[in-house]
């Protein structure tokens, strides 16, 4: 057998011994997620199975983060269609307001997403779970009211593009760098349909929440998935978020890959995607003068602990420039409360910034940070496409954290190498 | 089965924030996504497009999010069938999910240009140019997918497959 990581885990679902890419296989799902964008229309579709409850109570999460807390009438509509369903159909994975966090940075963190899994969700970011050895890809609403009927889903087997790390980050280097700078190189459609598998020597350098940005973005470069081997990092990670055992697969020792990347991390710059696509990738070296007027610091990509470290380290004892609005967005309710006990909350609000309660808001153009006509963000999220903030006139640039804390200080996409710390 | 329009052109990387910007997803009323289909491209489209029409884009159509809004919105806007060079895979998997019928076919995305009227024969997947009598053949839907579209759509399929 020569078979990639991902396809291990997609024949385990199979219950077949091999699978090849390009083979169409139905599969058995360990978890089936939506939000209270694309619920709405899966509930919608549920309806039409005509049968009274989901596959199973406790592999379905629904967690109404986008548009909440609720920004508008519409969208209060939306997510009390969701609670109702959650209650009627007892689901035990109900995130409400109070415990609901970014579902990417929510589900792993509530132990919800285990090595070895199978996961579809009904959100493209859903492959950020690779971080953890899991199978996991976004899909969308028919395909998530299937799952939560039937509990499978069907799946085309994809090739994989591999990527040889080696090396370690230079300061102020993180894992959205690394992933820019691989969109950049490979284009958005690069890896359309395939998996990105990382391997090499260089994984081990890499936190848990650099391998969590890294696979959230794999959807960027067009992959189904985005995974990373199950190493000590990641089993530190299980222990002390996930009840079940790790189930650890691995590639094939001689497992086909459509091509393979070598990536040395010490020769990755701080890297900005500028308008209108992921993929229009410049280091920090070559952005030139940029005037800004938005930062945001959160995210599904970015809006982890180690993100607000980073920031906050960044912003400890300065002012942002009084024309960026600096909006911080911590992910989860245990972030949002361990940033407060580690002080950074304080660092952001005596800089200049606003805290906000965890939503995806601006990153999507929802709300908590819209754009007007010829503004310009940096952003630590995952997408720049025309009106993705806001006005269909305004720019965002993508960047870590400490691209966009340093440029909050300055008011132009400033590289964090020139700040002096305090 | 065949359809015949007008074809709409779009280019590269049409992604499905402009396909339907997220500010309008607070609903999941078909009708009213419809109504601003590809406004932050094309803000004529909803008021030129007659059912039947025909969209035709290049390489990676519908990019970025996982909402099913997106080909909601183009099939409800009347849009018969998309021609694409490449699809995005979600965008891909969601269209065949609630069946809006998809081409890939970058011979017939190259020779199509908005205004053109093209017919799709879907039995067979020949496109043809009406306006410039040209004709392509699109590579037909694997047998999986075509029991799918048989079913009319993915519930259909799977209440008979799976759940009987």
């Known amino acids: 057998m020569s078979m990639t990581m991902s396809q291990k885990i997609l024949a385990a679902h199979a219950q077949v011994d091999e699978v090849r890419s390009g083979q169409l296989i139905m599969a058995d799902l360990d978890l089936v997620l939506g939000n209270d964008i694309t619920a709405p229309v899966a509930i919608k579709e549920f309806a039409k199975f005509g049968v009274d409850s989901v596959f199973d109570p406790s592999k379905v999460a629904l967690v109404p983060d986008h548009f909440t807390p609720n920004k508008d ?350 | 089965m065949k359809a015949q329009g007008t074809a709409f052109r779009y280019g590269d990387n049409v992604d499905t924030d402009v396909i339907i910007p997220a500010r309008y997803l607070n609903t999941s009323d078909p009708k009213e996504l419809a109504n601003h289909c590809m406004e932050d491209i094309d803000a004529t489209f909803i008021q030129k497009v007659k059912q039947g029409d025909i969209m035709v884009a290049d390489k990676n159509f519908g990019c970025g999010s996982s909402r099913e809004h997106a080909p909601l919105a183009i099939k409800t806007a009347g849009i018969s069938c998309v021609i694409a060079a490449s699809f995005a895979r979600i965008f891909y998997r969601n269209s065949i999910n609630i069946g809006l019928p998809i081409l890939e076919c970058p011979e017939a995305a190259a020779g199509i240009s908005a205004g053109d009227t093209i017919s799709v024969e879907f039995s067979t997947g020949i496109i043809t140019n009406e306006t410039t009598k040209k004709s392509w053949s699109a590579e037909p839907f694997p047998p999986f997918i075509q029991k799918m579209i048989h079913a009319d759509g993915l519930i259909n399929y799977l209440k008979k497959e799976v759940l009987a």
Request: hydrophobic share 40%.
């Open chain 1, 73 to 422: 009438i519409k969208a209060a509509q939306q997510c009390k269609m969701m609670r109702e369903f959650a209650a009627e159909k007892e689901i035990e994975n109900y995130f409400e307001i109070g415990q609901m966090g970014i579902e990417h940075a929510l589900l792993p963190e509530q132990g919800l997403v285990n090595s070895g899994d199978l996961i579809i969700g009904a959100d493209s970011h859903t492959c950020t779970y690779g971080a953890l050895g899991a199978f996991s890809t976004g899909v969308g609403s028919t395909d998530m009211a299937a799952g939560m009927a039937t509990g499978k889903a069907w799946f085309k087997v994809p090739s994989a593009l591999r990527f040889h790390l080696t090396g370690k980050f230079s300061p102020w280097v993180s894992g959205k760098d690394l992933i820019l700078h691989i969109i950049g190189m490979i284009g958005v459609d690069g890896a359309l349909y395939k998996s990105m598998e990382f391997t090499g020597p260089g994984v081990s350098s890499l936190s848990i929440d650099d391998r969590f940005t890294v696979c959230n973005m794999a959807i960027e470069a067009g992959a189904k998935n985005g995974i990373f081997p199950v190493d000590d990092t990641a089993l530190a990670y299980l222990a002390e978020h996930c009840k079940r055992t790790p189930i650890v697969q691995k590639a094939d020792d001689d497992a086909m890959y459509d091509a393979t990347y070598e990536i040395d991390l010490s020769t990755i710059r701080p890297t900005v995607s500028f308008p209108h696509l992921p993929d229009n990738t410049r280091t920090i070296d070559e952005v030139g003068e940029v005037k800004i007027d938005q930062v945001v610091i959160g995210s599904c990509t970015n809006g982890r602990i180690s993100d607000l470290r980073v920031a906050a380290k960044i912003l400890d004892g300065k002012k942002v420039n009084p024309q960026v609005r600096t909006i911080v967005f911590p992910a989860t309710q245990e972030i949002y409360l361990q940033a407060m006990e580690e002080g950074l909350l304080k660092i952001f609000v005596k800089a200049g910034a606003v805290v906000s309660t965890p939503t995806c808001g601006p990153c999507l153009g929802g709300h908590m940070g819209i754009l007007a006509e010829g503004e310009r963000a940096v952003a630590t999220t995952n997408r720049n496409f025309v009106g993705r903030m806001g006005h269909v006139g305004s720019e965002v640039y993508l960047a870590s954290p400490a691209v966009a804390a340093a440029s909050a200080l300055t008011g132009f996409i400033t590289n964090p190498e020139t700040i002096e710390e305090k």
